[in-house]
């Protein structure tokens, strides 16, 4: 907006026109920006290379950082020392599940498609060979000074999933199927640390439950207070799977 025009404006509202616009959207068409700086990014990776063998850990992380040809010190660029390996993790196997798969038309409902996502989203975890240590992962994630940082990324990956499978909607459910499909997700993802069926077999049928449950139980419920406190109960069992006394 050019400065005269925010001059002629009243000067309660003049700060909100001069603040740069936020970006809320995805866009393929638009680049979006590293989650990590080179130096971070190249500690990281290193590290996250070591975590089957050594486990979410600080000498993980000491590691990664020998293995990228930076000093000991050069840890100390990640003040949260091994939980920054799972925010790694996390943040970056969210960032390419768009390219993990595709849906070759557009005959594949919504449904299907949050399905065969959050399930390839899960294979990430098999394919980095983390599952057998996730278990740490979620002690990291569960200490109250990282259940921020936890809880924005599993809404991050609920609103990528959801936009990948397309949905378009605008309205209140926007919001409840994304809070819906964090608590399916966040339950799937505890359940697969102890699956020790062949190809995580059991997993998938865990999520099918889960998803069955939320499709009954969301269309059968028609007052609002009672979806409302579904939602609740759902968040707390989210919480309680993740190591939060409630």
């Known amino acids: 907006m050019a400065l005269r025009n925010v001059l002629r404006t009243p000067a309660s509202i003049r700060p909100l026109l001069l603040q740069p616009p936020r970006v809320l959207y995805h866009s393929y068409e638009h680049d979006i920006p590293p989650p990590y700086r080179d130096a971070e990014s190249a500690i990281l990776s290193s590290a996250i290379a070591h975590v089957p063998a050594l ?24 003040p949260k020392g091994a939980f920054e390996l799972v925010k790694y993790h996390l943040v970056t196997q969210r960032l390419a599940l768009k390219d993990r798969i595709q849906f070759p038309g557009e005959q594949t409902g919504v449904g299907r498609k949050v399905r065969s996502l959050v399930l390839e989203r ?12 996730w278990q740490e992962a ?4 569960s200490l109250a000074e990282n259940i921020p940082a936890s809880l924005r990324e599993l809404s991050a990956l609920s609103d990528e999933i959801w936009f990948l499978a397309g949905d378009v ?9 994304r809070a819906s499909l964090s608590g399916i997700y966040a339950a799937t993802e505890v359940y697969q640390t102890t699956d020790q069926s062949t190809d995580f077999r059991d997993t998938e049928l865990f999520l099918d439950r889960r998803l069955e449950d939320l499709r009954v139980v969301g269309g059968a419920v028609g007052n609002t207070l009672q979806w409302v406190g579904f939602q609740g109960g759902a968040l707390v069992n989210l919480m309680r799977s993740k190591g939060v006394r409630i």
């Open 138 to 141: 979620l002690a990291l994630m």
């Open 169 to 177: 909607s605008v309205d209140t459910s926007w919001y409840t199927k």
């Open 122 to 133: 899960l294979r990430a975890n098999a394919d980095a060979d983390v599952v057998r240590r």
């Open 55 to 78: 486990g979410f850990t600080q000498e993980t992380l000491t590691l990664g950082a020998k293995d990228a040809g930076y000093l000991d010190i050069s840890t100390n660029l990640f």
